[in-house]
């Protein structure tokens, strides 16, 4: 049990550690305070974004999406290891869990089955999203895997606890998966080998570069979308769609443009307060340039 760190703290210890930090925003003062109480902490949650892309993936857990406001974690970290921190305070990522295994955190012993949801783990948890698809496919490089391990470190040793106040979301919370592609147990040695000393030598990093701007795909043209289109350029954009809380897809979103996306482009016209004939779901350039599409390598 503990009080949370200070933005400026949490910066510190993640640098020590050898961490390149990248601070997104205003996410200093970004948060959901004003929804609940905000400490005391007992624990790390790890959990995987089911997104892909860097920049897209950073975006969703600032911002949040239609039904779930941001932030969605305190930091995300990227495939190359590098961690995007983008809120300070209460977030919105570890939802209602099993108070048994609270209970077994704050102890620091073997945790029980998660079979309830009953105890708010918003405010006892710092969350990290971590950038995988979660399909047990998409590859966990290494240098993520260690940015875990770090970022976790890091902040038991700065509340003095061990590897046991670190725990997946799907040792939380019934139903859930991530991270799904490694073992939490597999991950919890790490760190205690980190704790112990054992780790790299965790010299500080140097300040980042700024991050650069989000690359977005332009407007394409309204000609562009048509039965018989195939681009990844479709696939991105109803990505987004989904996002927003805007998708109307049965197997999501593929390269091939259907009535499934002129339904859901349909409904983010909708959203963004336009009627009858504008809101056909066909793009226009004022939605898409408010949609953001990550720029793709079609």
């Given at each position: 049990?503990?009080?949370p760190?200070?933005?400026?703290k949490?910066?510190?210890i993640?640098?020590?550690?050898g ?13 959901r305070?004003?929804?609940g109480p905000?400490?005391?902490m007992?624990?790390?949650m790890i959990?995987h ?12 857990c600032y911002d949040g999406?239609?039904?779930l ?22 977030a919105?990522h570890?939802?209602?869990g099993?108070?048994?295994v609270?209970?077994?955190v ?7 089955a998660d ?7 918003n405010?006892?948890f ?8 979660g399909?047990g496919k998409?590859p ?10 770090k ?5 038991c ?11 997946g979301?799907?040792?939380?919370q ?6 799904r592609?490694f ?10 080998e980190r ?5 790299d030598?965790?010299?500080?990093a140097?300040?980042p ?9 332009p407007?394409?043209g309204?000609g562009f979308f ?5 681009s990844?350029v479709i696939?991105a954009?109803?990505?987004r769609?989904v996002a ?11 390269p091939d443009?259907?009535e499934a996306d ?5 409904a983010?016209?909708q ?16 939605t ?6 990550p720029?793709?390598?079609d």
């Amino acid at each position: 049990m503990a009080k949370p760190l200070t933005a400026s703290k949490l910066v510190e210890i993640l640098r020590a550690e050898g961490l390149t930090v990248h601070e997104v925003r205003n996410w200093r003062r970004h948060n959901r305070n004003s929804k609940g109480p905000w400490g005391p902490m007992n624990g790390v949650m790890i959990h995987h974004t089911v997104t892909s892309g860097t920049d897209a993936s950073v975006d969703i857990c600032y911002d949040g999406y239609s039904g779930l406001p941001g932030p969605l974690c305190h930091g995300v970290i990227d495939k190359k290891g590098q961690v995007h921190l983008v809120g300070n305070g209460r977030a919105n990522h570890a939802g209602l869990g099993d108070g048994d295994v609270l209970r077994a955190v704050i102890n620091e012993s073997k945790l029980p089955a998660d079979n309830e949801a009953d105890t708010d783990g918003n405010r006892h948890f710092y969350g990290f999203e971590c950038i995988n698809l979660g399909n047990g496919k998409d590859p966990w490089p290494e240098a993520q895997k260690e940015a875990i391990e770090k970022v976790s470190a890091a902040i038991c040793r700065a509340h003095g606890w061990t590897e046991r106040s670190v725990i997946g979301h799907k040792e939380w919370q019934p139903g859930k998966t991530d991270p799904r592609g490694f073992t939490m147990d597999g991950m919890r040695k790490r760190i205690a080998e980190r704790l112990r000393g054992k780790g790299d030598s965790g010299k500080p990093a140097p300040d980042p570069k700024p991050a650069p701007k989000p690359s977005y795909e332009p407007f394409p043209g309204g000609g562009f979308f048509h039965i018989g289109q195939k681009s990844a350029v479709i696939t991105a954009m109803g990505r987004r769609l989904v996002a927003e809380g805007c998708g109307r897809y049965e197997e999501g979103p593929s390269p091939d443009w259907t009535e499934a996306d002129r339904k859901s482009y349909a409904a983010w016209q909708q959203k963004r307060g336009f009627k009858g004939k504008d809101a056909d779901g066909i793009p226009g350039k004022v939605t898409w340039d408010a949609l953001k599409v990550p720029r793709s390598r079609d």
